[in-house]
Nanobody, 114 residues
Framework: QVQLVESGGGLVQPGGSLRLSCAASGIIFNVYAMGWYRQTPGKQRELVAR???????NYADFVKGRFTISRDNAKNTWYLQMNSLKPEDTAVYYC????????WGQGTQVTVSS
């Protein structure tokens, strides 16, 4: 079984920055993609950013130019660097990995408010 543990969420002022981390444990192989999603009450979970096995990245339009996804394969860890944060970015953020199956982290709250 693969387990994902997230960290880095919290309260930040508009225009500020946060870096989320996701550390995977268990047997990790045949990775297709690692990603970040977010969800607010009453909304579907939506893709924020994804990095594929070959290194290609995809970003939602609402974060393009502000957020960056990266990974450290040796540590089975990936990150979401969030800059120029807006109140609309407030959500629970979930990390995700797709290999032979799909696994999710527990979620971490990000609140952007003054």
């Amino acid at each position: 079984q693969v387990q994902l543990v997230e960290s880095g969420g919290g309260l930040v002022q508009p225009g500020g920055s946060l870096r989320l981390s996701c550390a995977a444990s268990g047997i990790i192989f045949n990775v297709y993609a690692m990603g970040w999603y977010r969800q607010t009450p009453g909304k579907q979970r939506e893709l924020v950013a994804r990095i594929q096995s070959g290194g290609s990245t995809n970003y939602a339009d609402f974060v393009k130019g502000r957020f960056t996804i990266s990974r450290d394969n040796a540590k089975n860890t990936w990150y979401l660097q969030m800059n120029s944060l807006k109140p609309e970015d407030t959500a629970v953020y979930y990390c995700n990995v797709r290999l032979y199956g799909e696994y999710w982290g527990q979620g971490t709250q990000v609140t952007v408010s003054s």
